[in-house]
């Protein structure tokens, strides 16, 4: 059963790899890594709106990647054009 599981992870694994482009993998990278630091700095601040702002943009920051590796894959963007798509953060809340 255990060697079923590692099998059907690697082949999931292989077939969403296969699917997207070097330059598509790239910007969802970046954007996964600025989202998981924006997390970590949402970490640091006490419960209330300030976090939960900071979170959202977080999960803001990583769906934008996702949206633009997934244009890249369709055409509809080109890599740079993706680089230049700038996330707008939350209005600070106090």
């Known amino acids: 059963m255990q060697k079923l599981i590692v099998t059907l992870t690697a082949a999931s694994a292989l077939a969403l790899g296969a699917c ?3 330059e ?3 910007v ?3 954007a996964e890594a600025q989202s998981d630091l924006i997390e970590a700095q949402a970490d ?4 209330g ?6 979170e959202a943009h977080a999960d803001q920051v ?7 590796a997934d244009a890249i894959d369709s055409g ?5 054009e993706a680089a230049a798509v700038a996330t ?4 600070a809340t106090q």
Do not use: H, M
């Open 24 to 26: 598509a993998s790239q």
């Open 62 to 68: 990583e769906r934008v990647g996702e949206a633009k």
């Open 28 to 30: 969802e990278n970046v």
């Open 76 to 80: 509809k963007l080109t890599p740079g």
């Open 44 to 47: 640091t601040l006490p419960d």
């Open 88 to 91: 707008t953060p939350p209005a």
């Open 49 to 54: 709106a300030a976090k939960d702002a900071a």
């Open 20 to 22: 997207q482009s070097k």
